[in-house]
């Protein structure tokens, strides 16, 4: 599965959802799941906003070896999953490839409707869609704010996403068994912000 996270200038939100789930897909073993992200407004070429970077790391990924890239329509075609962080970026990406509309998703929403539907595949999500009263609450871009403000971003990314990802890795068993050390782990809460956070 190849996933494509979207938001506004590529910078912080879309890249932490991207690392982290690069990061799951390695701890897993999970050869067959990617990830790659885009901005609608994106800042090309520019690396991953700092406190975004010490996000990513603090929750158990790496934010090296990064470059914003604007969205193309065939990123979304591409794309088993497109994601974005807000219902106006997720419509933007579905009115660009049409055909791909039933595969697009904000974030939250994908992660509510796989909590609710016991959805473990992009079907299943597309199917529980209009089914269920979901979370539509978008995540807003933090960027330009302190530290803690993204830290709290990071978070809600997290809180979604992992989830996700484990409900989708149900539809097929896991190539190896691998105990997650950090991902699971609050950025805020979980001690990490002390030592990431100030650098």
Request: with cysteine; charged share 25%.
């Amino acid at each position: 599965m190849h996933v494509l996270f979207l938001c506004s200038g590529n910078v912080c939100r879309s890249p932490i959802a991207e690392r982290l789930t690069r990061a799951f897909a390695v701890e897993h073993g999970r050869t067959d799941l990617t990830a790659e992200s885009a901005g609608v407004r994106a800042l090309v070429g520019f690396p991953i906003e700092p406190f975004a970077a010490d996000v990513i790391e603090g929750l158990g990924a790496s934010a090296s070896l990064f470059k914003a890239r604007r969205l193309r329509p065939d990123m979304i075609e591409h794309a088993d999953l497109v994601l974005g962080m807000t219902e106006r970026i997720r419509d933007h990406a579905a009115d660009l490839v049409p055909d791909a509309a039933h595969r697009v998703f904000t974030l939250r929403e994908a992660s509510s409707l796989a909590a609710r539907a016991d959805a473990t595949t992009v079907a299943g999500l597309a199917g529980a869609r209009g089914r269920y009263s979901i979370d539509h609450e978008d995540i807003a871009d933090p960027v330009g704010l302190k530290s803690e403000a993204v830290a709290r971003v990071g978070d809600r990314i997290a809180d979604a996403l992992l989830p996700l990802l484990h409900a989708l890795a149900q539809s097929e068993p896991l190539h190896t068994p691998v105990v997650e050390p950090r991902l699971t782990r609050s950025f805020v809460s979980g001690g990490c912000y002390a030592s990431a956070g100030n650098r």
